[in-house]
């Protein structure tokens, strides 16, 4: 059972058990902690559609500058007429950031902080695939 699964189910457990105010801030914190370590996707040229559907999210809910447009731009013009590709494009522009390595992050589930962070990082990764 890993790590964040535990700290999960022992979060729960004290909240049903009715523990201490200190025994929850101090579990939520390490759970938060966790989140703020989270591996993101890996980004890479299998996933430039996918790359590029999540700088359109991050644009369109302003989590990312119209700068981003320009990469994104850049990024479509090397998927056309690839449809794995562009399946990517529409789970991204979803808000659904999907790696070469299989993990997945979808943004609308996390907290704004996370969001950005995770914008940001694809911003990074994608600005050197084009």
């Keep these: 059972m890993n790590t964040h699964f535990r700290n999960t189910l022992a979060a729960l457990a004290l909240l049903a ?12 914190g390490d759970l938060k902690s966790q989140a703020g370590n989270y591996a ?28 981003a447009a320009s990469v994104k731009d850049k990024l479509l013009s090397k998927i056309t007429g690839q449809k794995q590709q562009q399946a990517g494009y529409a789970n991204g522009a ?27 990082y694809v911003l990074k990764n994608a600005s050197s695939l084009v």
């Design 17 to 28: 058990a009715g523990a201490s105010s200190t025994a929850h801030a101090n579990l939520l």
């Design 40 to 67: 993101m996707p890996a980004v890479g040229a299998s996933t430039i559609g996918n790359a590029a559907g999540v700088l359109q999210y991050c644009v369109k809910n302003n989590y990312l500058g119209s700068d």
């Design 94 to 120: 979803k808000g659904l950031l999907q790696g070469g390595d299989g993990k997945s992050l979808n943004l609308k589930a996390v907290s704004g902080k996370l969001k950005t962070k995770a914008c940001d």
